[in-house]
């Protein structure tokens, strides 16, 4: 008899790249843990940009497998007009409260 290894499958997105509305702009990055992170930026406890620049809504999260997938979508989104990236947004709405 052979033992067959059983992996078990992932149900739900590990990492989501974001884009958030600040106060001047658009701030765009990853994380393993949405909510907690937007969070941080909600308390100054984020970015640099965005202790400058506060968070007015998350505008949207796209979710991935790994980083390295969330990582290359960031850059291709950073690369993006503030326009491009809030167009981008609505394809993945998404809603937090900041507590």
Known sequence: MTKG???PQKTE???YLYLLECQRGTY???TNNLAQRY???CTGK???YT???PPVALLGAEPFED???ASRAEYQLKQ???SQKRRWAKQWPVSLEAN
């Open 5 to 7: 290894i059983i992996s």
């Open 13 to 15: 997105p590990q990492w």
């Open 80 to 82: 993006q007009t503030p």
């Open 28 to 30: 765009t990055g990853i």
């Open 51 to 53: 202790r400058a620049n």
């Open 46 to 48: 984020g970015a640099r």
């Open 39 to 41: 969070q941080a930026h």
């Open 67 to 69: 980083r390295a997938a």
